[in-house]
């Protein structure tokens, strides 16, 4: 379908003459959709002139005409601009189309820039524009920021689309708080000083896909310190009753869900304070979580609230600085409903303090991990530590310690935790001595675990040896180190009963076991030997 401009609309001053327009020209509308271009509307487009007249009689025209807005350059506003339901506003690019405001002269007072109005089918629809805040990037500090409304306002505005849009320097990017659910918000470029995206409400899903949290036009400011200080948040989505992420990639923001359900392709923090909280009894499955940081007081992701419970599929942590004691661990857990279970992690730890789980409450079940420590060095922290939560942790791969040592797993309290295969050489486990419900399998660590309960590789070998008329006999055995055995049963068959011989009798050396009683009465008797050994 062909589309066209209508020349000299600037003409048509009343809905009126809108009216008559479209009537004389019924056939060409009936085909082709109408574009309005501000410029008819005696829009400037240079950036510093206002344009706000002109932009708003221009989507008033098209409103009528049932048309939509193309814009070709950059248009200053210095109050909201309305946009109808069901109205679309296109630009060329938003490199070179959109509208700027300047704190200096935009009224403060207004709802956001873009003003998206209520529809009860289908909101406005935005795409390939920017939308700027001209403000001043050599101030430092937060609380000196001058709070511009949101560069777009969509509160309580179901379905709007935004596709491909960039916003610099505002304070709040998008506004979609309240009910608006079935928005569909992809392609986007957010910089933003206080929050990239607020969610709050929404009765049915809210679709993301490809947004960058990241701060478009201040990255090469002072304020840049601003956006970086711990406090920006990327996304906010509040009590949604279902959020469809695709990617998300944030850049020194955090990323905060609390409360409602919801699937996560991929969520990328690069940065210090990229982080994610997931709080409120929220429902999430994250299918891949990236994470770097290099602040001291830092997290990759805290897991809290009542009945929060979070599904990681694959996990990347590298900090890259030693940890204070801000926060507790690369991973937490704290609510005694909360549930947190990932697989395929790959951590890289940095500092002697950090960890990378703590969880002092819930549960958490990790599978598949290879974790990497600084070598050669002592550990200060556990790397993995509960104080109350339960732990199920299968298939783990430590970095070898080398001539430095570490504790891998701290449990403090006696609770069903579940540790199997696990590859830790010179690493310890530590269980207090008079904890009896932890199950422990398959375990190569260096050490024994705290107290008298000794674990490790266990491994369970047998051998029969039929005795000669002296009542001798010995076995060759492929054991890999003869004294490392942990535990030995015999039982001897005498072909009508069973009976334990006297231990002395046995004596394991290196690649045999003898069994010698020097009594004729054990002539022919089949002894059966077990032996439980620990490789380490």
């Keep these: 379908m062909s589309r066209t401009i209508i020349d000299n609309v600037s003409t048509l001053t009343t809905p009126q003459d809108m009216m008559q327009a479209i009537d004389d020209n019924f056939e060409e509308l009936y085909n082709n959709v109408i574009d309005f271009n501000p410029a008819s509307y005696g829009a400037v487009g ?3 002139t206002d344009d706000t007249t002109a932009i708003t009689n221009c989507i008033t025209a098209a409103e009528t005409a049932g048309g939509r807005v193309v814009l070709d350059k950059i248009y200053k506003l210095t109050d909201k601009v309305n946009i109808p339901p069901g109205i679309s506003v296109i630009g060329a690019s938003r490199d070179t189309a959109g509208f700027v405001v300047d704190e200096d002269d935009f009224n403060l007072s207004a709802d956001g820039v873009l003003n998206l109005q209520v529809s009860t089918k289908y909101g406005p629809r935005i795409e390939d524009i920017q939308i700027s805040v001209d403000r001043d990037t050599t101030e430092t500090v937060r609380a000196n920021l001058t709070d511009v409304p949101p560069a777009i306002y969509a509160v309580a505005c179901p379905r709007f689309f935004l596709k491909n849009i960039r916003i610099n320097r505002a304070s709040v990017g998008i506004d979609a708080t309240g009910n608006s659910g079935g928005a569909h918000i992809t392609d986007c470029e957010i910089g933003a000083y206080d929050y990239g995206l607020k969610i709050d409400g929404a009765l049915d899903f809210m679709y993301i896909d490809n947004i960058e949290f990241w701060p478009f036009g201040l990255a090469m400011t002072d304020s840049v310190d601003i956006y970086k200080d711990g406090t920006t948040i990327g996304l906010d989505c509040r009590d949604c009753d279902g959020i469809a992420i695709g990617k998300l990639t944030t850049f020194w923001n955090q990323t905060n869900i609390h409360g409602g359900f919801g699937t996560a392709d991929s ?15 929220t429902n999430l499955n994250i299918g891949s979580l990236y994470s770097t940081s290099d602040a001291d007081d830092d997290y990759v992701a805290w897991v809290t609230g009542v009945n929060t419970n979070v599904c990681i599929g694959s996990l990347w942590i590298t900090n890259n600085v030693n940890i204070d004691t801000t926060y507790p661990g690369q991973l937490i857990i704290d609510s005694a409903t909360c549930e947190l279970v990932i697989s395929n992690i790959h951590a890289t730890i940095v500092g002697v303090n950090t960890r990378l789980l703590s969880a002092t409450a819930g549960t958490v079940c990790m599978s598949n991990v290879y974790l990497t420590a600084p070598v050669d060095s002592t550990l200060q922290s556990s790397m993995i530590y509960s104080s109350g939560a339960l732990l199920n942790i299968t298939n783990l791969k430590a970095v070898d310690m080398g001539t430095g040592s570490g504790t891998l797993i701290e449990c403090t309290t006696d609770i069903e935790h579940q540790l199997s295969n696990i590859i830790a050489k010179g690493w310890t486990i530590d269980l207090a001595a008079n904890h009896l419900k932890p199950q422990l399998s398959n375990i190569l660590s260096g050490t024994a675990t705290d107290g008298n309960r000794v674990i490790g590789n266990r491994k369970l070998y047998e051998f029969n040896i039929t005795l000669d008329e002296s009542g001798n006999g010995s076995v ?6 003869h004294d490392q055995v942990r535990s030995m049963t015999a039982v001897a068959d005498t072909g009508t009963y069973w009976f334990a011989p006297p231990p002395q009798f046995i004596t394991i ?10 009594d004729t009465n054990y002539a022919g008797y089949v002894l059966t030997i077990r032996v439980e050994m620990e490789l380490t």
Excluded: A, E, M, Q
């Design 267 to 281: 969520i990328l923090c690069d940065g210090k304070y990229s982080r994610v909280l997931i709080s409120g009894g």
């Design 509 to 518: 050396g290196s690649g045999v076991i003898v069994f010698n009683t020097n």
């Design 46 to 48: 240079d950036g510093t």
């Design 476 to 481: 060759s055995t492929n054991f890999p180190v």
